[in-house]
């Protein structure tokens, strides 16, 4: 029999965090347990919680940190206390389908090699109006399969994050494999980022959660944090100081990613190494191409060659703006 875990970080969520309560209470599969990590919420989220709690059927934890850790490390901290075979990411502020654990769970069941499993997501406004796209379409994301070897994803993400933590469900082995979270990462892009180096993953293409847009978010569309392959590829992309973090954050990736290989993977793993290795020589060359001021239309040239430009950066908008440093 397989067990679930939920684990759902909060933080100042009272206005939405009952209704997402809810919606876990309400599945069809229900889970095993719900561990709840409050970073420290100074509004009413403990007492919605506490009252919930004593009111449901559902074996609830509510971890009160003792000093504020941020979204990261407190998942990190939820990740390793939940003791079911599949464990469940929830955000404090979003509503869940009711076959949600279900889908996710029989998914993982068909595909046994999957280290995890993500889905779309309905976008909806702060009131649950929903939105003109999915969360999928808006990102630009269309996987051409549901189970997807590596390195498919793990190409993706190195262009952009897109998978969602709300989303996801981890075996409980695979999240053995997961190095301790970098504090300058955010959850989602780590755990992925690192498992689709050496393992496969299952894409849900139905959306299983209402996904909500408001101002308040800490992470996501909402609001105003982004995550590593946001900065990879997205808004703060083209100065040479970017470029230098993107170095350092490609050779980090490389390093920890090493620890994780398993007989069987190496191919994959191998597939992967390379497309970390041409992001650095990429990055590399477009600082030379911004700082070399005699062979730099060469160089360019020589860049732009390679597919680098399209594969990793904005194509020939990022050559451009590298050629007149901009």
Known sequence: MVTVSVAM??????????????????????????LIGDDGSTD????????????????????????NLGSTLNFESLLHRAKGDIVFLADQDDVWRNDKVERLTELLFRHPKAAFAFSDARL???????????????????????????????????????????????????IELVP???????????ISSILSYSHSAIACFDPLIDYRIHSQQQLGLGGTHFSYWDLLRGRYADSVSKELR????????????????RPGDQVACEKSMNVLKQIRDHCLRRIGVRCNSDARFLDLISELATGRYQSFSFGIGSAFRDLFRL
Request: proline share 6%.
């Open 9 to 34: 970080a909060t933080y100042n969520g009272g206005t939405y965090v009952r209704q997402q309560l809810e919606s876990i209470a309400s599945q069809t599969l229900l889970p095993n347990e719900l």
């Open 246 to 261: 993107r170095i350092v954050d490609a050779s980090n990736l490389i390093s920890n990613a090493t620890t994780i290989n």
């Open 180 to 190: 301790s979270f970098p504090s300058e990462w955010v959850h989602d892009a780590w």
């Open 124 to 174: 909806v406004s702060a009131d649950g109006e929903p939105r003109r796209m999915n969360l999928w379409s808006s990102i630009h994301f269309a996987p051409k399969s549901t189970l997807l070897p590596p390195p498919d994803l793990f190409r993706i993400l190195v262009q952009r994050n897109v998978v969602t933590g709300a989303t996801m469900a981890i075996r409980r082995e695979a």
């Open 44 to 67: 009413q989220t403990l007492e919605i919680v506490e009252q919930f709690r004593r009111e449901s059927n559902l074996a609830i934890s509510l971890i009160r940190n003792p000093k």
